[in-house]
């Protein structure tokens, strides 16, 4: 049995366990199916050190991922529900340190740095050209300016085909993001490892808001709207930018054996 906690941040959802060692990525990918077993967009693993929490971040495929901001909110939340810290801390990811504030029991805000300058780049999907730009908060993204409401946006099928574009060998978080005003911001993501929508990506969200400033349509501070209905807030502290939303622990429980079955998928899947 392995004792776990549920964690939401702004739509996303994750199993965190606490000084474990990192499940196999059969374990993974089986606690995380939905329907099946407990259901979760991701996995971490926290532990604490002298100095920071450290954080393992697995995707629901099973296998790493150096960043996902709305998962470090939620670990820095949940660091702080063990009584680790009180107001602050740092967490260590496999994309570098990030300071973490607390709010309240719903709320925490990251302070990371700035993300790097967004690079044009202009893609061919079976005859449809998608111009966009390509940034990296962590891992990679490419972020798609869509002019029109995101209601009809295709971004379980033409945000899965941009994930696997060979101009990206890594594969990419895909984001339609569309900017309202000069302070507002609404984005819908496609991730890698998740392989589906999220309700909320949160290094998509700086993606986007780095793209908003590079091209003049956006400045902080910056409220975005995500699919799962919660709002988050950019801002910049000096040479820093901060991201603030929703983290909060919702469950603590064992997983028993029957978590782990993960039948395999119908042939017509």
Known sequence: MTSFFKVSGSG????????????????????????????????????????????????????????????????????????????SLIIRTGAGTVAARRGDDTRVTLELPAPETPLPLVLDVDGIRCAGYAVRVGV??????????????????????????????????????????????????????????TLSCGSGILAGAAVGLHIGRSAPPLRVSVQGGFELEVDTAGEHWLLSGDARVVAQGVLLEGAAVSPPLPTWS
């Not at 099973?62 to 810290?85: E, I, K, M, S, V």
């Not at 409401?149 to 990206?168: E, K, M, N, W, Y």
């Open 12 to 87: 996303n959802d994750f199993l965190a366990l606490v000084e474990e060692p990192g499940p196999a990525p059969e374990a993974i990918q089986a606690w995380c199916r939905r329907g099946v077993s407990l259901g979760a967009d991701g996995l971490f693993v926290l532990r604490r050190s002298p100095d920071e929490v450290v954080m393992d971040y697995f995707n629901s495929d099973g296998y790493p991922a150096d960043l996902c901001l709305n998962g470090t909110r939620c670990a820095a939340q949940l660091a702080f529900h063990l009584g680790w810290a009180e107001e």
């Open 140 to 197: 990679p993204h490419f972020v798609l300016p869509w002019p029109e409401s995101l209601d009809q946006a295709p971004v379980d099928t033409l945000g899965r085909q941009i994930r696997h574009h060979p101009l990206f060998p890594e594969g990419a978080n895909v984001n339609f993001v569309r900017y309202p005003d000069g302070h507002r911001m609404d984005i819908r993501t496609f991730e890698r490892g998740v392989e589906a929508e």
